[in-house]
């Protein structure tokens, strides 16, 4: 089994910061490409950020500027570094990743979702 889990969502007012974390842990043998995605009431899940296992990272155009994405390889954990927060990025923040288990199984693996909320 992979297990994910969030933390750092919250409320913020417009302008704000909030760090994001997503640590896996369970049979994991190696972990490829790890993101962050968002989704709103009524519509598709949408990327907002990914990275590499080697670091390279990719970013959805409204937060281009604004969020960062890293990773700690030895921890198995991803985080999203968003800054000048807005109102229209209140939405519902889910981790992902796309790892190997020690079985031989590659598979793609979603965290609970966190909420974001900007607002004054």
């Known amino acids: 089994q992979v297990q994910l889990v969030e933390s750092g969502g919250g409320l913020v007012q417009p302008g704000g910061s909030l760090r994001l974390s997503c640590a896996a842990s369970?049979?994991?043998?190696?972990?490829?490409?790890m993101g962050w995605y968002r989704q709103a009431p009524g519509k598709q899940r949408e990327l907002v950020a990914a990275?590499?296992?080697?670091?390279?990272?990719n970013y959805a155009d409204s937060v281009k500027g604004r969020f960062t994405a890293s990773r700690d390889n030895a921890k198995n954990t991803v985080y999203l570094q968003m800054n000048s927060l807005k109102p229209e990025d209140t939405d519902l923040y889910y981790c992902?990743?796309?790892?190997?288990?020690?079985?031989?199984?590659?598979?793609?693996?979603w965290g609970q979702g966190t909420q974001v909320t900007v607002s004054s």
């Open positions: 992902h990743l796309h790892a190997r288990r020690y079985t031989g199984t590659v598979d793609d693996y």
């Open positions: 369970g049979s994991i043998f190696s972990i490829g490409a």
């Open positions: 990275i590499t296992s080697g670091g390279s990272t």
